[in-house]
Structure formats: structure tokens, C-alpha cells
């Protein structure tokens, strides 16, 4: 994910978990967000941020200095991806590939047992 003069930032923030039939579409539409905004034309930055809200509620807004290509990312496959996540999709500013709110769930705890398993295979 990188090209000579285009920088990829990374801002997380987020102190929640998805249940992996959740966490798949958002990777699906993460990954499909940057590479929109890797190929956009005269692009030197695309962001990811990632940030708790409220009640476990987090926002991913992923954005581009570039001009994006029309139907990237492709509309039918984040509309359906949103779907799964059961994400609302925010009304984006200019340069903004996605921003979406969705439900998240609290971190796993670890047991001693695991957490002792953890540090046992080091």
C-alpha cells in the first residue's frame, strides 16, 4: 500500500471489539477505502481514523487529498458492506471516502489461565 510521494496515516483511537462476522466486512471496506484513495489523482495523503463515540459506538472515516475516480471505491460493494456491519454511512465531506458509524461491543477479557498461556509461549 505505497507509492513514492503518498503517505497512508493511521489514527486509532478505539477501545471496542466485532464479533468477526462484523470485523470481515469492515477489513472488505477498509482495505477497498485506501486503495480508492491510493489511486486517486494527485494524491500525497490518504488518513484512516478510527475513534470511539459513545456507548460503544465507533466512527471510521478514511479520506484522500486526491481526486477520486468515479465509482471508487464501488458503490454496490460498500452499500452492501455497510449492510453487513450495520453501519450508518454519514454524509461525507469533500475528500472523504467513507465515514461510518456502526455498534461495537466491549473489549475480551482474558482469564489468568489465558493470560498466563499468553506469556508462557513468549
Known amino acids: 500500500f505505497s507509492r513514492p510521494g503518498l503517505e497512508v496515516e493511521l ?11 462484523r470485523a470481515i466486512p469492515l477489513g472488505l471496506a477498509l482495505v477497498e477505502s485506501v486503495l480508492a484513495g491510493l489511486e486517486a489523482e494527485g494524491a500525497h495523503l490518504v488518513s484512516v481514523r478510527i475513534g470511539d463515540l459513545d ?7 478514511v479520506s484522500t487529498d486526491g481526486v477520486l475516480a468515479p465509482d471508487r471505491p464501488n458503490p454496490k460493494l ?3 458492506l455497510a449492510l453487513q456491519l450495520d453501519a450508518t ?3 461525507p465531506d469533500v475528500g ?3 465515514r461510518w458509524r456502526f455498534q461495537a461491543g466491549p473489549l475480551p477479557a482474558l482469564s489468568v489461565s489465558e493470560e498466563t498461556a499468553l ?4
Open 55 to 61: 456507548d460503544l459506538r465507533v466512527e471510521l472515516r
Open 119 to 122: 506469556y508462557a509461549r513468549v
Open 96 to 98: 472523504t471516502i467513507i
Open 11 to 21: 489514527k486509532p483511537d478505539v477501545h471496542a471489539a466485532l464479533m468477526i462476522d
Open 89 to 91: 454511512c454519514e454524509s
Open 78 to 80: 460498500m452499500t452492501g
